[in-house]
T-cell receptor, first 116, second 113 residues
């Protein structure tokens, strides 16, 4: 159990366009979802935390108007990178956590974004 | 100083050897300890999850937690080339209801045939 999917797995877009990434928990309800970005040979950097039906909480330095997060249901969260630029090119990974307070995070396979 | 310290490696071992990985942490409020494995260009995969001091074994993997020393370890027995990956330790506080994780830098492991 605890499978998380992401779509798309990779995307290439032109500078200035917006890109939406979906994160789904397939076999459990996720009360909390997290979005990370990861640069090559670096650890994961938390961007934001979202609870279903609530506004996301962004980490310091992450622009909330640029990285729009929607957590509309207990199985789906979306990250929209608005007006993407080449410096937004990165590996974006979501994770989901079940309701139990002692549970941990289960990660999706990641989405590779390349902005030309 | 980072809250979780982990040597980034790379750590190269011959096939069949024991891989020994470890992390240290500074916050005694950390109560939940995890090890994730991440292959290149993939999401992290949960390997081990524990919340008490002592050892936890699962197949070829053993996780060890020493809360008094704020030190956690992961051992991989009979290592295989397919174990070549980056291993991330992750910890979170019991009082953090959202379960935000503090990650180590990740140790790159290379198992040579």
């Amino acid at each position: 159990g605890a499978v998380v999917s992401q779509h798309p797995s990779w995307v290439i877009c032109k500078s200035g366009t917006s890109v939406k990434i979906e994160c789904r928990s397939l076999d459990f309800q996720a009360t909390t979802m997290f979005w990370y970005r990861q640069f090559p040979k670096q650890s994961l950097m938390l961007m934001a935390t979202s609870n279903e039906g609530s506004k996301a909480t962004y980490e310091q330095g992450v622009e909330k108007d640029k990285f729009l997060i929607n957590h509309a249901s207990l199985t789906l969260s979306t990250l929209t990178v608005t007006s993407a630029h080449p410096e937004d090119s990165s590996f974006y990974i979501c994770s989901a956590r079940r309701q139990a307070s002692t549970d941990t995070q289960y990660f999706g396979p990641g989405t590779r974004l390349t902005v030309l | 100083q980072k809250e979780v310290e982990q040597d980034p490696g790379p750590l190269s071992v011959p096939e069949g050897a024991i891989v020994s990985l470890n992390c240290t942490y500074s916050n005694s409020a950390f109560q939940y300890f995890m090890w994730y494995r991440q292959y290149s260009r993939k999401g992290p995969e949960l390997l081990m999850y524990t919340y008490s001091s002592g050892n936890k074994e699962d197949g070829r993997f053993t996780a060890q937690v020493d809360k008094s020393s704020k030190y956690i370890s992961l051992f991989i027995r009979d290592s295989q080339p397919s174990d070549s990956a980056t291993y991330l330790c992750a910890i979170h506080e019991a009082t953090d209801s959202w379960g935000k994780l503090q990650f180590g830098a990740g140790t790159q492991v290379v198992v040579t045939p």
